[in-house]
Antibody
């Protein structure tokens, strides 16, 4: 059974960089069938798509975040990561990693999510 | 890209049917058969309920169905049960090779 697990600091100071890692178990991140993504959800609000990455390293980002976001992949560790620079309180959210469906534009496996609070 | 438009809340009694709408544009919902729906219970991760407008993943109850007309997609839940009470989000692929979500709809089972 595929499992995804987010990890990283739960508290980040304003203007600093948020860094999270998603560890994938029960399947290979190098499978040619899948993209891997990050989605976030501010407290009490809706979902916001952040971006996707393929095992080869090709990426797609939300235009509204593109200037601050980098998603990378480490196939040797079966992990992919998110960095978000120059954070503000508006970046406080639960961050989810997820697997894009193999032949559809959806997300079929999700991590449990990690709350990241931006505060001094 | 703007969020897809969903009603903030819907409600229904057990056994009834409800429909949640999701309105976008020709650049997302109307341009692709790539609308998906997610169920989210409080404190939990979203769960895929419908993909490609109307496909149900294995294990999802056949009480859940999806459809689309023009720039508006819909999720219908028939035979409402107490366990269906949750937030529901639509999502669509877009012409920019990105994804966009709806604002979410809170379903209350009366």
């Amino acid at each position: 059974q595929l499992q995804l697990q987010e990890s990283g600091p739960g508290l980040v100071k304003p203007s600093e960089t948020l860094s999270l890692t998603c560890s994938v178990s029960g399947g290979s991140i190098s499978s040619s069938s899948y993209y891997w993504g990050w989605i976030r959800q501010p407290p009490g609000k809706g979902l916001e798509w952040i971006g996707n990455i393929y095992y080869s390293g090709s990426t797609y980002y939300n235009p509204s975040l593109k200037s601050r976001v980098t998603i990378s992949v480490d196939t040797s560790k079966n992990q992919f990561s998110l960095t978000l620079s120059s954070v503000t309180a508006a970046d406080t959210a639960v961050y989810y990693c997820a697997r894009r469906c193999s032949s559809s534009n959806c997300y079929d496996y999700w991590g449990q999510g990690i709350l990241v609070t931006v505060s001094s | 890209q703007s969020a897809l438009t969903q009603p903030a809340s819907v409600s229904g009694s057990p056994g009834q049917s409800i429909t949640i709408s999701c309105t976008g544009t020709s650049s997302d919902v109307g341009g692709y058969n790539s609308v998906s729906w997610y169920q989210q219970h409080p404190g939990k991760a979203p769960k895929l309920m419908i993909s490609d407008v109307s496909n149900r993943p294995s294990g999802v109850s056949n009480r859940f169905s999806g459809s689309k007309s023009g720039d508006t997609a819909s999720l219908t839940i028939s035979g409402l049960q107490a366990e269906d009470e949750a937030d529901y989000y639509c999502s669509s692929y877009t012409t920019s090779s990105t994804w966009v979500f709806g604002g979410g709809t809170k379903l209350t089972v009366l």
